[in-house]
């Protein structure tokens, strides 16, 4: 069988300013990397050298025949401190956005990829009473580098940054599935802040004329463990509020970023731990291909009418065979999707490079291996294999 997709698909590579740009000094996860009591494991530290080595990444992305280098703006370079904006690292970032132009590669930029300026963090993050207004002055400064850039992301994955600022004060929910296998309950008061901040960003970029924007969410793949009362109950209550509830929030978005990686069974107990006996990548997690499929269906089901993006999905394994593999059966379900009318702009594999996954080099997901003391990139025959599906726009099953 052959997996046609439509004209106009969008393949490419996703990465983060602070997982690849190595020396982010200024942000708030190099200060927690750095503190004598941290719990991190290594530090990111040169990470892959891609703040001078971009062009050579550029280049890879060209070389495959990918279309599209989804990467982020460091908010803790452009405004190392509140109001101080620096021309010059704008002016760098504005030289990827050239280099991807000039080798025919469209840029995705995302303005906000988990990392803030420490002052931003020492005032509050985003429990400060001005966090809108601060990240909306920061989007308005990046806007003017931004003035041929069609695709824009706001904030990647505002749930797993609400799920990691902690439970709001008196609140019994934040500690509900803390002590056993699933994530912690969002906090309320940042999830609207973000939602606030989407919106005003939007705005902004909306004046410009030309940009679509949307932000990028990660869906779980909530499933319900079969013929167990009371399973279907907590399946909802777990899932709503830690991505359900973020896709509502991308209605009327000119699109919406679907990142999918595994899945999460959920019990009348609540959340369970990864079966005994099945296969894991390198991060733990269960090696569960359609979870694509289904996170572009709580899309749909959320964001009804909102078109999708696959902006990250891939494997951290060392068997190369092993992701192309997994890529392979996640675009089996995403083709079906599709053929059963989901409207899906593009794919994304995360990652482009080996990158720092905030605490450890250890989980590869790359489409390109990194030596982290040379920096010698190394494209594996997964690279090679998607770009031959970008350049075909499809494949054979």
């Excluded at 991308?250 to 699109?255: I, K, R, T």
């Excluded at 990686?261 to 569960?288: F, H, K, M, S």
């Amino acid at each position: 069988m052959t997996r046609t997709f439509p004209d106009g698909f969008i393949w490419g590579a996703a990465s983060a300013a602070h997982q690849i740009e190595g020396n982010n000094v200024n942000s708030d996860w190099w200060e927690l990397e750095h503190r004598p009591e941290t719990t991190v494991a290594e530090p990111s530290g040169d990470a892959c050298d891609s703040y001078h080595r971009y062009p050579e990444d550029i280049r890879i992305v060209s070389e495959l025949g990918l279309d599209m280098y989804r990467f982020s703006l460091e908010w803790a370079r452009i405004e190392p401190e509140r109001g101080f904006v620096s021309r010059a690292e704008l002016d760098h970032y504005r030289r990827m956005i050239d280099t991807a132009r000039d080798h025919g590669v469209t840029p995705m930029v995302t303005l906000h990829h988990f990392t803030v300026p420490r002052w931003f963090a020492h005032a509050g993050g985003w429990r400060a009473a001005d966090a809108v207004e601060r990240f909306t002055r920061f989007t308005e400064a990046a806007a003017g580098i931004l003035d041929d850039v069609e695709w824009v992301g706001t904030i990647n994955e505002p749930n797993m940054v609400a799920i990691t600022s902690g439970a709001d004060a008196g609140d019994a929910a934040g500690s509900q599935w803390q002590s056993t296998h699933g994530l912690p309950h969002p906090s309320r008061h940042v999830s609207e802040t973000l939602a606030a901040a989407h919106r005003a960003a939007r705005a902004v970029l909306s004046g410009l004329g030309h940009v679509r924007s949307g932000w990028t969410v990660a869906t779980q793949a909530v499933q319900a463990a079969p013929g167990e009362p009371g399973a279907e109950e907590q399946a909802h209550a777990y899932s709503y509020p830690r991505d359900a509830w973020f896709l509502e929030q991308a209605v009327g978005d000119d699109w919406v970023g679907v990142q999918a990686y595994t899945r999460t069974i959920v019990g009348p107990e609540g959340p369970r731990p990864v079966a005994d006996g099945v296969e894991r990548t390198l991060t733990g997690w269960e090696y569960y291909p359609p979870a694509l499929a289904e996170g572009v269906r709580l899309a749909q089901k959320y964001a009804p009418g909102v078109p999708v993006f696959v902006t990250e999905n891939g494997l951290a394994t060392g068997d190369d065979a092993r992701r192309r593999d997994y890529v392979r059966g996640a675009l089996e379900g995403l083709h079906d999707t599709m053929q059963e009318g989901a409207e899906v702009l593009g794919y994304l594999y995360w990652s482009l490079l080996d990158n720092y996954e905030w605490g450890s080099f250890a989980p590869t997901f790359g489409l390109v291996g990194v030596d982290h003391e040379t920096f010698a990139r190394d494209v594996r025959d997964s690279a090679r294999w998607l770009g031959r599906v970008a350049q075909a726009n499809g494949f054979v099953e």
